[in-house]
Every structure is written in structure tokens, then in C-alpha cells.
């Protein structure tokens, strides 16, 4: 595969919303390791300076142990936070396969609160899905994929 | 809050392989949260087969309770069905879900 292939082979999950909250707060909400607890979920080892690895467990998989391993990457207090976002394991398909990402934190000020833009990019298509399918299509293609695998049970 | 055990694709297709289950677990998803009450409304089983089926999602870690006075509100959680889908879709749900807890969060500690 060559280098065009695999940039054009990625895909990413953007989620942009409006807060009735300054950036400052917001900010907060994004950088505060018991904050961060409250709303995604419990770091271990965060803080908001370049170069920090933390971790966060989640639900395992085959091989994978379900450890998410982040670094920070980026850090402009109040407008931006990256940090890279890795899991998975390359003998699993599907949800936890093999998974090197990055999440991208923009903030913007606008009238009545603050804009926050995610951007989880890097999936690779097919071996982290297929993008289309992804995102967009959200539980529809759960639920076809349940009522797929539920049928195959039955018969 | 988040799920550390792995959920085993069996147990979450053994709930959801009962058509009535995976119907009522369709409108909580559809929801944002739903109470009993509501879900018997709009169904033709009664209120203790919609309990039953509850308990069972709940089981598979597939939904979360909140009471709130005499109601229990029930929502649908994606980090269960994690076995099923790939990352993509799982992180289009994961991120989407922890927005609204974002969102909540915000409201407690700035309203």
C-alpha cells in the first residue's frame, strides 16, 4: 500500500457543538483531570502540558487489555488540545483492533458561549470501519448489524 | 461510570436475540431517557414483562438507570455494545453520548 493510499484510507469522527459557557470553563471541563473524571472518563496521570502520557481504561477486548494511551500534543490554553489517542490490538476486528488516533479539542468564542469542535481523526477503512457507515449512520447500523447477528442466533 | 469487565458478544446478543427486548431497548435508544410508564404506554405487553425486559438490559450493561423521586428514567448505554460495532461507529456514539454529559456537567458546576 503506498502513502497516498493509506492518507486517503482515514477517516474522522467530528463533533461540533455550542456551549452556554465561556471558553475559560469550558477549558476547564477539558484540562481538569476530576472534571475530566465527570464527563468522559477517569484519567490516570493527565495534565494539560505537552509531551504528558496518561492512560484511560475502558472495556476490553481479545488481546487488548482495554488501556486507551493518550499523549498531549498540543496545548493553547482556552482555543486547543490534542493529544493522541491509541488502543487495540492488531489480532482483533472490529472494535478493538488496532487504533492509532488523535483528538483534536478547538474551542471558539461566539455570541451567547463557546463553540467546541472535536475531531477524532485518524481511523483507517476498513480495519477501524467503514466511515460512512460510522458517524452518520450511528445506530440505524447498530441496530441492522443486531438484528443481522440475532437472526443468525435464531436459525 | 464506564464499564470495565468486558461485555461478551454472547450475553449482549442472548438479550437482544428476543425481538419484544430489542424493541423496547429501540425506543430507550430512540429516547433520550424514557420511564417505565412511558414504555408500557406505547406497547401491547404490560408493565411487569417491560420490567422484566429492563432488568435484563440492564444486566447486559446495555442501559443505565436514574431515579428520580417515584420514577426510575432509563437510557441507553453504547459502551455496551461495544462487541458489536467497530470503532468508527463506536466512538460516533461514545463521543456524541459524552457531549450531553459534558453538557450536564456544565450546567451543575456554571449554571
Known amino acids: 500500500m503506498t502513502d497516498t493510499a493509506t492518507l486517503a484510507d482515514t477517516r474522522d469522527i467530528v463533533v461540533d457543538e455550542v456551549f452556554p459557557h465561556t471558553p475559560e470553563m469550558l477549558w476547564r471541563t477539558l484540562t481538569t483531570a476530576e472534571l475530566i473524571g465527570r464527563w468522559l472518563m477517569i484519567p490516570a496521570g493527565f495534565e494539560p502540558t505537552k509531551g504528558k502520557r496518561f492512560t484511560f481504561q475502558t472495556t476490553p477486548a481479545g488481546a ?7 499523549e498531549v500534543l498540543e496545548v493553547v490554553p482556552h482555543e486547543r488540545l490534542a493529544f493522541a489517542w491509541v488502543g487495540g490490538h492488531e489480532s482483533n476486528a472490529g472494535y478493538g483492533s488496532r487504533l492509532e488516533t488523535i483528538a483534536t479539542w ?3 468564542k461566539v455570541a451567547g458561549g463557546t463553540r467546541l469542535r472535536l475531531v477524532h481523526s485518524g481511523f483507517q477503512v476498513p480495519k477501524n470501519g467503514v ?4 458517524m452518520s449512520e450511528g445506530w440505524p447500523k447498530v441496530f441492522e448489524k443486531i438484528e443481522a447477528i440475532a437472526g443468525e442466533q435464531v436459525n | 461510570m464506564f464499564m470495565t469487565e468486558a461485555n461478551s458478544i454472547d450475553a449482549v446478543m442472548r438479550t437482544l436475540a ?9 425506543r430507550i435508544v430512540n429516547a433520550d431517557e424514557i420511564t417505565v410508564v412511558e414504555l ?3 406497547s401491547r405487553v404490560t408493565q ?6 429492563l432488568r435484563s438490559l440492564k444486566q447486559a450493561g446495555l442501559i443505565a438507570e ?3 423521586g417515584r420514577n426510575v428514567h432509563y437510557r441507553a448505554k453504547p459502551e455496551g455494545l461495544a ?3 467497530d470503532w468508527m461507529s463506536h466512538y460516533g456514539l461514545f463521543w456524541r453520548d459524552r457531549f450531553a454529559n459534558l453538557r450536564t456537567l456544565l450546567k451543575e458546576i456554571d449554571p
Request: net charge neutral; proline share 8%.
Open chain 2, 66 to 68: 436514574r431515579p428520580e
Open chain 1, 106 to 108: 478547538t474551542l471558539t
Open chain 2, 40 to 42: 408500557t404506554r406505547g
Open chain 2, 83 to 85: 462487541p458489536l460495532v
Open chain 2, 18 to 26: 428476543d425481538p419484544t427486548r430489542r424493541a423496547v431497548f429501540e
Open chain 2, 48 to 53: 411487569s414483562a417491560i420490567s422484566q425486559h
Open chain 1, 131 to 134: 466511515a460512512l457507515q460510522g
Open chain 1, 64 to 70: 487488548w487489555d482495554g488501556v486507551i494511551q493518550c
